[in-house]
């Protein structure tokens, strides 16, 4: 998102093309104050890098 991104673990399940599903609020943060995502923004979801990696090749989708 426009201020940061988080990690999470992935699990593929049935949904409509190019949508995610991440709660707005969870323990230790939440995903739209961590990086400024709301529902409906368009995001990238692509694999965990570490900190000194550049960023990978990633899909985007709408939140």
Known sequence: GPAGS????LTVTAMPDRVVWLPLNSTGGGVASDTGALPGALVRVGPATLAAEAPGTAEEAEA
């Open 6 to 9: 988080v990690e999470l673990p």
